[in-house]
C-alpha cells in the first residue's frame, strides 16, 4: 500500500484541524458554563481563554478589550484565527478535498456538511443564546466523522496518520485545558475554596470525563486528583498519557521512526517524573509550557520525517 | 403516444439526419423498442423519470463540482434522458475506422521525430509540420514502446446530412470527458432500467481496466503491477474529478507534480512515507509546455523537472507521449487519409471532412469565392478560437477572413458547413430534435481498443451547434445495441 508523503501530510492535517475545531468547541462551551456558575465579581476573565491557546498575537489585531464578546468572535468565528473553530472547519475541509480518494465516500459529505453548517451559524452564534447550540453541534458532528473514520477506515497508512494527528493535537488540548485550572487560579491566590471545585469539574466536563473521575477516584473534586487523572491516567481516551501511547503504537509500524521515536518517549518519560502539585501553580504552569514545546518538537519531527524528505 | 411526441418530426423536420426517427415518423430499426417504450410513458412518468435522473446526478453530482474563486461551485450536469442508439454492425465499422486511424496517426508521430520518411517523400510539406509550434523538438529521436505516442486518443465525430459518420477532428494530447461516458450509463441504468430488458447493449464500464492494461503495456520494467501515477494540475483544474476518478478506478496514484522528482538515477520516483517509490508510468493529465521546466516552461510549477530526461531515457513511459500534438493539427488532419494509404497500406475507412488548405493557390481561389458556404478555421488554435461559420457571417466578418486568409494562408484552413445530426430530447414538456457529436475514445498500447460509443454531447439550446458544456451543452448516454431481429 503506497502513501503519498503530501496525501499523509494531508490526512495528519485534517485530523488535526477536526481535533482542534472539536476541542475549541468543547473548551469555550465550559468555559461558558464556568462563568456562570461562579458568582459576579469573582469569576476568571474571559482573557485566559486566549492565552491558554496562545493567541494573543491574532486577537491583538482586531481587538483591544478582552471581554466577553471579542473573545468568544475570535474563538467560533474569525477565519484569520487559525485557532477558531470556523477556521479549523474550513482548514479540515480543504485537507479533504484532495485525499477525498484514499477516505470512505461519505468523510467528505459530512466535512463539507460540517463547513455548510459552520459558514452559515458561526458568525450569528458568539452571543450566549445561540452558542451553546452551535458549539454542541460541531462537537457531535466532529465524533460522527471520527466514528466513520474509526469503523470504515481500512488499518494502514491512512488510518496511521489521522490517528497521529488527532492524538498528538487532543494531547496539546488536554494539557491547555489544565492550564486553564491553574491559569484561572493565578492571580487569584486568594480565591473563595467553594470556587476551585467548581473549576475543576467544569474543566473534568470539557473532557467528557466527570463521570469516569468520579467512578475511578471518587466524588470529590480535587485539584491534584484531577490533575494527576487527566495527565497520567492510561485508561481516560483524552488524557495526555492515553494519547501518547497511542502515538507511539501509531509510530513503531512506520518506517524511519527512530527520531521521533525518540522525542516521544523523551515527552514519556517527563510525563511520568511530573508529580502533580497544584500548590505550586506557577510551577504547573511552566511545566505545561515545557511540555506543550516537546509536543511540538514531535509534530516538526513527523513533519520532516515523513511529509517533506530531502525538502527540510 | 404521449403528449411530449406528438410534434416530434425526425429526419422531416429539416435538412437533418435524426438519430432515432426516420423520414417517415417512425423509429429507426435499432431505436423501436426503446422509442416505443418512451412513447408509452405518461407525460408525468416521463417527468417523474427526469427528476430521477437529476437526483441522482446531485448525489453523484458531488464528484462533479468546480472549484472558483476560492468557492466550491457545483456545475449543473445536463443530462437528457433519451439515449443516442447505434446499431452494433454499423459501430463495428465506425470502431474500424476509429483503430486504424490512430494507428496511423501513431506511425505518423513516429516518423516526424525519427525518420521523417513522409516529409522526405514529398507527402506533405515539410515546414507544415516542423514550423508548427505543435512540433517539439526535444522529442526528436525518440522511439516510445510499439512506436505509440497517443495512447488516448478522443477523437470528434459527427453525422452529416447524409446519414455518415465524419471525423471532426482527433484530440491527442489530454481528451477528458470519458468519466461523463461512464457516469451517464450509470444514470440510464437507474432512471430508465426497463429499456435494458429489450436489448443487448454493449456495456462501457470496462474503460478504467482497458486504461490500466494500456498504461501497463507501456513499463519499462517487467512488472506484475508496474507503479502507475495520474498527473493532474490539481484540484483548481475543472477535470480534476475526472483525474481522480480515473485513478481511484485503475488503482493508481494520484499525484501532483510536486509529489514527484527525478534522481541522479535519471529514474522518476514519488515521496511515499515509506521513502522514495520509483513510478513505471505516468498518465499525465497536463499539457507539454507544462510538464518539465527544464525542458518547456521554465515557469511552470505544475510539472516536474528532469522528467524529459528520464522518458527519452526510457526509464518511464509518459501517456500521451509529450509531442504527440504535433499530429493534432488542422493543416495534419487534411493529410491523415493519405497518411492511412501511407504507413499501413489500407483504405481509409471512416471518412474526413474536405479541407481546403489556403496554403496552395486553387484552393485559397475556391474559399475566397465560397466565403459565404464555408467554415475557415485557423490551423493552429484549438477550443473554437478564431473560428468563422460562413452562412451565419456578416458581410463584414467575411471580408475580415478573406483579408487574414490573403495575409497568411498557411494559417487557415476552411471547410464545408455541415448539417449535425439530430436526436430526440426531452426539453420542457416535449421532445424536441437537438444536434449532436460523439467522442469515442481510442487506446493504444500494446493492442488498440476502441469504447463501444463514447461520450455524446447535445446542443441544447434549439438551432445550436455547439454541444460544449460550458456553452450550453448537454450530454446523452450512447448505446451500442447488438441487432436482434
Redesign the interface.
Known sequence: M?????V?ERLYWMARYLERAEDTARLTQAYTHLIMDIPAGSEPGWDILVHILDAEPFFRENHRAYNEQNVLKFLIAEEENPGSVHFCVKAARENV??T??VLPEEV??HV?ELYLFSQENAALSVGRRNRHHFLEQVITRCQMINGLLMTTLCRD?AYR?IKLGALLERADMTTRVIDVGAGAMLGHERLNKAVDPLIWACLLQSLSAMGTYRRTIGPLVEADAVVEFVFRERSLPRSVRFCLDGIRRELVP???HEAALKVLDRSRRSLSRFTADTAEREQLHNFIDRFQLELNTLGSEITST?FT??RA | MNNNWKTYNGSKAGDFYDELITDTGGPRQAARQAVKLLQELSSEDMAARRGAAELAIREMG?SFTIYSEGKNIDRAWPFDIIPRIIPAKEWQKVSHGLAQRSRALNCFIDDIYNRQRILADGLLPADIVLDSGNYKPQCAGVSPRFGTWAHICGTDLVRDRDGKFYVLEDNLRVPSGVSYMLENREITKRVLPELFENYSILPVDDYPSQLYSTLASLSPRALRRP?IAVLTP??FNSAYFEH?YL??GMGA????G??L?VDSDDCVY??????P?RVDVIYRRIDDDFLDPESFREDSTLGVPGIMRAWKKGNVAIANAPGSGVADDKVVYAFVPEMIRYYLNEKPSLASVKTYLCMNQPDRDYVLANLDKLVVKPANESGGYGLMVGPHATRAKRAEFARLIEANPRNYIAQPTLSLSTAPTYIDDTVEPRHLDLRPFILQGRDTWVTPGGLTRVALVKGSLVVNSSQGGGSKDTWIVEDNG
Open positions: 503506497i502513501m503519498l508523503s503530501r499523509a478535498r484532495t477525498r480518494d467528505w459529505e463539507n497508512h496518520f512506520l518506517k524511519n515523513w524528505p530531502g | 458531488i507503479c490539481g484540484i481522480a485513478a481511484q496514484e494520484l499525484v501532483e510536486s509529489d522528482f514519488m515521496s511515499t512515507v515509506d521513502g517509490a
